[in-house]
């Protein structure tokens, strides 16, 4: 089976700074893009930022100038720093990968468990 591994996330202060990462474990082919959503209460799920299998990264207009998103193509593990925080980051975020298990795979959506990240003071 393929899991999505997170980790960081926590509460912190508007203007303060967290890092998440994300890293496949099990068995798998490719891993292809691997990008960060999150969602808040009452709210749709969305995009945060993404990043491409040579590292090409995409972030959303929201977050743009103070979230980054980072990929070591070795071990495809992906970073979502995130600085200068505000109350409206408040969210559950998600870790995102499409994954061929196998060769012949076209690939599938993963999804990891969510971290909490609570911006307030």
């Known amino acids: 089976q393929v899991h999505l591994v997170e980790s960081g996330g926590g509460l912190v202060q508007p203007g303060g700074s967290l890092r998440l990462s994300c890293a496949p474990s099990g068995t798998f082919d490719s891993v292809y893009v691997m990008g960060w959503y999150r969602q808040a209460p009452g709210k749709q799920r969305e995009l945060v930022a993404r990043?491409?299998?040579?590292?090409?990264?995409d972030v959303a207009d929201s977050v743009k100038g103070r979230f980054t998103i980072s990929r070591d193509l070795a071990n495809d593990t992906i970073w979502l720093q995130m600085n200068s925080l505000k109350p409206e980051d408040t969210a559950v975020y998600y870790c995102n990968a499409d994954i061929a298990v196998d060769y012949d795979d076209d690939g599938s959506d993963f999804w990891g468990q969510g971290t909490q990240v609570t911006v307030s003071s």
């Open positions: 990043i491409t299998s040579v590292g090409t990264p």
